[in-house]
Nanobody
């Protein structure tokens, strides 16, 4: 059983930056692909980004964050990060970390991930 705990959310002005962290425990972290999803009020959960098993692995992003967000992982620290730059009000959401073993075709799908964190809220507002 893998436990995931997100941190780093908060209030930021438009154009600002935040870095989210997700600390994993209780499992073989390096054997899982890690992803970030987000859910805004009254909207469906949306794929943000994913990274495969090793630190130098391929990364995948949702169209709305491509070029602004960067996902990375440190397997020695059992932690995955989401660096968010050029934040916009529409990035306001609760951000969730997830772990799983998806195949490439499902790496953007929630159903491919077994373990989820409790979420950390991000608000982008002036």
């Amino acid at each position: 059983q893998v436990q995931l705990v997100e941190s780093g959310g908060g209030l930021v002005q438009p154009g600002g930056s935040l870095r989210l962290s997700c600390a994993a425990s209780g499992g073989a972290f390096s054997s899982y692909a890690m992803a970030w999803f987000r859910q805004a009020p009254e909207k469906e959960r949306e794929f943000v980004g994913a990274i495969r098993w090793t630190a130098g692995s391929n990364t995948y992003y949702g169209d709305s964050v491509k070029g602004r967000f960067t996902i990375s992982r440190d397997n020695a620290k059992n932690t995955v990060y989401l660096q968010m730059n050029s934040l916009k009000p529409e990035d306001t959401a609760v951000y969730y970390c997830a772990a799983g073993r998806p195949i490439i075709s499902t790496i953007r799908e929630q159903r491919a991930y077994y373990y989820w964190g409790q979420g950390t809220p991000v608000t982008v507002s002036s």
